[in-house]
């Protein structure tokens, strides 16, 4: 009974120890700029032709992950930007608040076996990905760059990032 109960206990460990959480971080599409005061960030403006077009790359673009999880501010264009993702995979879009990053990226940091996908702004992308990585190594995207793509990954509590561009 003792070679169980420590064949098993081995078991969980190692399974702990291969433990991985992906986080997906990606900038909203672009946004229809002919909204007046679209440009700033409490504007709500939707997603425009070429946004739209890069929602639906998304799908392709991260077609070897399978998100667990989806999250969004609770802005159109950011909705709009996981949208397409969110209905391959059939998940909810859970929106989360921009102003409140810290206790966001504590609760995330938290989630193990799990591939999150989570869309933001200019700003609070690169800002979530510092927290995940418990560095500040990445600044405030330029507004006129939509095409980066943020993975984190967390292993054994310590975290890895590399930025593709799609």
Known sequence: MKKIILII???????????QTTFILIRHAEKDTTMQGATMMNANPNLSKSG??????????LKD???DEIYSTNFIRTKST??????????EIVMYDYTKLNSFADSLLLKQHKTIVIAGHNNTTP???????KQNKFTTLE??????IFIVTVKNQEAD??????
């Open 127 to 133: 800002a979530l990905v510092n927290l995940l990585i």
């Open 65 to 67: 992950y399978k998100p």
């Open 52 to 61: 739209l077009q890069r929602a639906e790359n998304l799908v392709t673009v």
């Open 161 to 166: 990032v590399k930025v593709i561009t799609y």
């Open 9 to 19: 206990l081995s078991l969980f460990l190692m399974y702990k120890m291969q433990a």
């Open 143 to 148: 507004e006129t760059v939509y095409n980066k």
């Open 82 to 91: 996981v949208t397409p993702l969110a209905k391959k995979f059939s998940k």
